[in-house]
Structures are given as C-alpha cells and as structure tokens.
T-cell receptor, first 114, second 113 residues
Framework: SAVISQKPSRDICQRGTSLTIQCQVD?????MFWYRQQPGQSLTLIAT?????????ESGFVIDKFPISRPNLTFSTLTVSNMSPEDSSIYLC???????????FGDGTRLSIL | SQQGEEDPQALSIQEGENATMNCSYK?????LQWYRQNSGRGLVHLIL?????REKHSGRLRVTLDTSKKSSSLLITASRAADTASYFC?????????????FGKGTHLIIQP
C-alpha cells in the first residue's frame, strides 16, 4: 500500500498568515485528496487534487482560502491562507490508485492558530 | 455533509471482550472502508469491502455489509488495550467518479485493562 508523508507534522501560526502543507506519496497514484478534521470531529473532504489542472473543491471550501497544487502523480500541496483560529484543525492528505481501491492517509498536520 | 452514522458513539469494554461497531449510510456505494485513528493521529486503513461482498476478515477484524439495509458492522474479537482508538467508516459513493470518501462520525472505543 502507498506510504504517504506529510510535513510539517504540526505548526503554531499567527492569525492572518498562510501555511503550505506538503504531501508526498511513495508511488504514483491516480487520486489525491485533502481532508480537514476539526477538534473532536470526523473528517470532511476539502478537495480533490487533480494532476495538471485545478482542484475540485467541495461545498464550503474555496480556492482562495485553500489553494492546492498537484504538479505530478506523487506530490501535492495545500495552502491554508489568511488563517484564523477557526482554521485550527488536523489537515490530512490521502491517496488511492483508481476506483474501488483502498484509500490511504498520511499522519496529518496539526495546525493551531493563535 | 456526513454520509454515515456510526453507533455507538462511544464504547467501553473489558480487555478480551468483543467490540462491535455499526455504520449506516444513505446512498448507494461502490465500497465501504473502515479506519482506525489513535489520539488525533493519521488514519490507519483496516478493511475495504465492496458492494458485492457481504463479509470480510482480517486477523481479529470481521466486517459485514448489508446493502439492502445500507449498513455495515465492524467486529473486533478478543480486544486488547492497544485497540483503544476511534473507528470510522467511510463510503465511496456510487457514481461519485473521482470523489473522495464520505466519513461517518466515528466510534470512540476504550478497552479497559
């Protein structure tokens, strides 16, 4: 199964700043995704990272706030822009290789905004 | 929006007992996947069960799927303290194309030594 590495693993940021989270998969995968997990909650899909084109965002998430890049089949970044305390969450990268396949997750980035 | 609901939301049992968690969902699916999450860390993939399958096993884990009732269950046999974690079901919605999974709210399992 794919091994997914995320960095940073955690960060404490000032409000109004931006942070870019990196996700590296150890093999080429067709699909990559970004999720948010707010404290004590389940996971919510932010967007599907599309290789070579703009990400597909879920309702409630916009590109200006969460710009995503996916330059190739093994790497993606998520930027959390103009952060506020409400953005304090765990952000998780996920990948799977095709439909009806297991979807694997990185260890997540725990983000705290002061 | 959440696709699934797990129950119970929390479960506390003695080590050695079996733990059963249930998951219900709303729409037709390609597959359903179960995950474990330890204390706010990343998710560990446990089992994927496809819509044409009824039961799967992996070690001490047994998953069932009833598509007519839109429900699944995860059974952990002979529980251990290390099984203490949150467990989530997630559905791959039929016709969702390249969409990601939709997660339930999770069951927090505590194994008492």
């Amino acid at each position: 199964s794919a091994v997914i590495s995320q960095k940073p693993s955690r960060d404490i940021c000032q409000r109004g700043t931006s942070l870019t989270i990196q996700c590296q998969v150890d093999s080429q995968v067709t699909m990559m995704f970004w999720y948010r997990q707010q404290p004590g909650q389940s996971l919510t899909l932010i967007a599907t990272a599309n290789q070579g084109s703009e990400a597909t965002y879920e309702s409630g998430f916009v590109i200006d706030k969460f710009p995503i890049s996916r330059p190739n089949l093994t790497f993606s970044t998520l930027t959390v822009s103009n952060m506020s305390p409400e953005d304090s969450s765990i952000y998780l990268c996920s990948a799977r290789d095709g439909g009806n396949q297991p979807q694997h997750f990185g260890d997540g980035t725990r983000l705290s905004i002061l | 929006s959440q696709q699934g609901e797990e129950d119970p939301q929390a479960l506390s049992i003695q080590e050695g007992e079996n733990a059963t968690m249930n998951c219900s969902y709303k729409t037709s699916i390609n597959n359903l996947q179960w995950y474990r999450q330890n204390s706010g860390r990343g998710l560990v993939h446990l089992i994927l069960i496809r819509s044409n399958e009824r039961e799967k096993h992996s070690g001490r884990l047994r998953v069932t799927l009833d598509t007519s009732k839109k429900s699944s269950s995860l059974l952990i046999t002979a529980s251990r303290a290390a099984d203490t974690a949150s467990y989530f079901c997630a559905t791959d919605v039929l016709g969702g194309g390249a969409d990601g999974l939709t997660f339930g709210k999770g069951t927090h399992l505590i194994i008492q030594p």
